[in-house]
C-alpha cells in the first residue's frame, strides 16, 4: 500500500518553532523530489518549501525564507520541514508531495505523483 504520511502538526505560538515530518511507505523517496505544500482557509494551496531528489537543491516561498528549513533523511524515507519564528499567516493545512520530476515540482510547483493527507499547523497566542 503507497502511503505518504504527515505528522507533526499542532498548535504553536508567534515567535515559536515546530517540525512537520513526511514519512512515505510502500514506495521510496530518493529518487524523488519532495515539497511542502499550505492551504490556508479561503485562500489557494501555495508551494513553500521543495528539496531535489538529490538533496542538494532546495527552494523556498519568499514568505518563509530564512525561517523554514527543509531536509531529507533517504535512510528512514523521510523528509523534514522544520519551521522557526512562526507568524500567524503561518497557519494551514500542511501537505507533503512527491515527484520524479524535480523541476516540475520545485520550480512550477506542479503535478507531483504523490500526496499526503495534510496535518494542521496553527499559529496563535
Known amino acids: 500500500q503507497l502511503q505518504f504520511v504527515e505528522s507533526g502538526g499542532g498548535l504553536v505560538q508567534p515567535g515559536g518553532s515546530l517540525r512537520v515530518s513526511c514519512a512515505a511507505s510502500g514506495f521510496t523517496l530518493d529518487r524523488r523530489a519532495v515539497a511542502w505544500f499550505r492551504q490556508a482557509p479561503g485562500k489557494e494551496r501555495e508551494g513553500v518549501s521543495c528539496?531535489?531528489?538529490?538533496?542538494?537543491?532546495?527552494t523556498y516561498a519568499d514568505s518563509v525564507k530564512g525561517r523554514f528549513n527543509i531536509s531529507r533523511d533517504n535512510g528512514k524515507n523521510t523528509v523534514f520541514l522544520q519551521m522557526n519564528m512562526m507568524k500567524p499567516e503561518d497557519t494551514a493545512v500542511y501537505y507533503c508531495a512527491a515527484s520524479t520530476r524535480d523541476y516540475s515540482l520545485c520550480v512550477k510547483w506542479e503535478d507531483p505523483e504523490y500526496w499526503g493527507q495534510g496535518t494542521q499547523v496553527t499559529v496563535s497566542s
Open positions: 528539496i531535489s531528489s538529490s538533496g542538494k537543491t532546495t
